[in-house]
């Protein structure tokens, strides 16, 4: 008995030891992505506590940074997404989470009516020559229903200005926009419609 306490105690200590690590880690999705999987993208402010609001929804979060808690600036309009859960509205590290001043006109426009009409395709990530071949990245063989989202272009070019839409013929792809032409690589735009 004496020496399973010893244990527990050596064992006790060693975790006062090790440093806080945080539980929190998202893949990073595609704005239009996470607008087509989530229950709520809204516009809103976080208020003081205090303050009382006759037009108020309330969406909780974690109060800790290590239980995957998210800290809004006070007065500041942001862009906020997330799921219901028990008929709460919760958001957390891993939401769409942006200041909405900090969004491009086409991630607005994308939000008020393009990324619905996109939800019938998906966007994948992938890196570099990998972006031809998508069942490297777990895509099945019906590349039809996807747009290649290439991470690590400056700026994240298609995150921040890419639409993946349907066209005709069945095939997604990427809205040709000025901004995107502007931002992306030329050799992409055999990918864009």
């Not at 500041?76 to 900090?102: A, F, P």
């Not at 993946?164 to 926009?177: E, F, P, Q, S, Y």
Request: net charge neutral; charged share 20%.
């Amino acid at each position: 008995m004496l020496r399973f306490l010893s244990l527990v105690i050596v064992a006790v200590l060693m975790m006062q030891c090790i440093p806080n690590a945080y539980g929190c880690y998202c893949d990073p999705a595609h704005p239009q992505q996470e607008f087509c999987t989530v229950d709520y993208v809204i516009k809103a402010k976080q208020t003081p506590a205090f303050e009382e609001l006759n037009d108020t929804t309330v969406a909780f979060t974690p109060s800790k940074d290590s239980l995957c808690g998210v800290d809004l600036d006070v007065n500041e309009d942001y862009l906020i997404s997330g799921n219901v859960n028990g008929g709460r509205m919760d958001l957390h590290y891993c939401s769409w989470i942006e200041k909405y001043n900090n969004l491009t006109s086409i991630q607005k426009r994308g939000i008020r009516f393009l990324y619905k009409n996109g939800c019938n395709c998906q966007v994948f990530r992938c890196f570099g020559n990998g972006c031809n071949n998508p069942a490297a990245f777990g895509v099945d063989e019906n590349y039809n229903n996807y747009c290649a989202w290439e991470r690590g272009l400056p700026g994240d070019c298609y995150a921040r200005k890419g639409i993946c839409k349907k066209i005709g013929d069945g095939r997604c792809c990427w809205k040709r926009t000025h901004a995107l032409t502007n931002c992306a690589p030329k050799e992409h735009s055999a990918h864009w419609c």
